[in-house]
């Protein structure tokens, strides 16, 4: 006697089936929609990873409005022991990983890392706004507040670069010292400031333009601590291994202020080549020999 199954259609088969029915076309509703996991993981590796193209400075200095990298560069210290904190570091904004489940468009996150890449994209890229009203082409000058916006490439929506003081429950995860993160109100714990690198410099150079691509200290104006990236504390993001970024005064023995605290404003290069000014290359110390043109 043969045994029942699911071509009898009664029951349990019956519910088995339908079951299958439904998946099937919720499957198909969702990919005609581009809700498929893998469809919006496309979408977000093609913008989030899509090619930005800096602001060039004509003049050398930072302007309201331009479009730039904030990059720690490379020390060649003991502490970087890994192949993800060696090299030149750029900040970069993470990803809510939640919303990549969710059919919400995927969110920015409120962390913050630094990656091992100086190529402009959407996720490392920032733009220089403006605090007290100045204008789109404006330099921005050393002790004048600032904001450091972006969108991380995916959203429509102006995410701040912000800092508060750490309490018990609000801290970096790693080092466990004053925390970095991105929101979507201007308020004064946004603010930062661009001082000299030299100390007994300092105080001259307020007031002065800040210049580009070249090493300068960014402080928080609430807590009055300079942004860091101590590189020997990482954080997994949903790109994989990174360097955490803190506020924090890293001082040695004369009370100046270490590398873990120098920052460089990368532009865009002028040359046809394109790229950025890291990509440049560097002039000749004693200038072109005859031997070299010939």
């Not at 581009?34 to 496309?42: C, D, V, Y």
């Not at 409005?65 to 020390?75: A, E, F, K, L, S």
């Not at 706004?129 to 004048?144: H, Y």
Request: charged share 25%; net charge negative; with cysteine.
């Amino acid at each position: 006697m043969a045994a029942y199954g699911r071509g009898v259609r009664v029951g349990n088969w019956l519910e088995d089936l339908h079951e299958q029915e439904e998946l099937l076309r919720d499957f198909i509703s969702r990919r005609e929609r581009g809700q498929l996991l893998m469809q919006r993981l496309a979408r977000l590796q093609e913008n989030i990873f899509k090619k930005v193209k800096l602001s060039v400075s004509i003049d050398g200095l930072v302007h309201f409005g331009d479009t730039v990298m904030i990059m720690n560069p490379d020390t060649k210290t003991p502490e970087a022991k890994d192949d993800e904190t060696r090299g030149d570091l750029t900040l970069a904004v993470d990803m809510e990983e939640i919303s990549l489940f969710s059919d919400d468009p995927p969110q920015v996150s409120r962390g913050l890392s630094a990656v091992n890449s100086v190529n402009p994209v959407g996720r490392n890229s920032f733009c220089i706004v403006s605090a007290d009203g100045s204008g789109v082409g404006e330099p921005l000058r050393f002790g004048q507040n600032f904001l450091l916006g972006t969108t991380g490439g995916i959203s429509d929506t102006m995410f701040y670069l912000g800092s508060d003081h750490k309490t018990f429950t609000a801290f970096a995860k790693k080092s466990r010292l004053q925390p970095v993160f991105l929101t979507g109100e201007d308020s004064y714990l946004t603010c930062w400031q661009a001082a000299f690198l030299d100390p007994q410099l300092r105080l001259e150079y307020e007031g002065f333009p800040v210049p580009a691509n070249t090493k300068i200290l960014i402080t928080h104006c609430y807590t009055n601590r300079n942004l860091a990236i101590p590189r020997n504390f990482c954080v997994w993001s949903y790109f994989g291994k990174e360097c955490e970024v803190v506020c924090h005064n890293y001082l040695d023995s004369h009370k100046v202020e270490e590398y873990k605290n120098y920052w460089e404003i990368i532009t865009g290069n002028p040359g046809a080549e394109g790229g950025t000014m890291i990509d440049r290359p560097k002039p000749h110390p004693d200038g072109y020999k005859n031997e070299e043109l010939s």
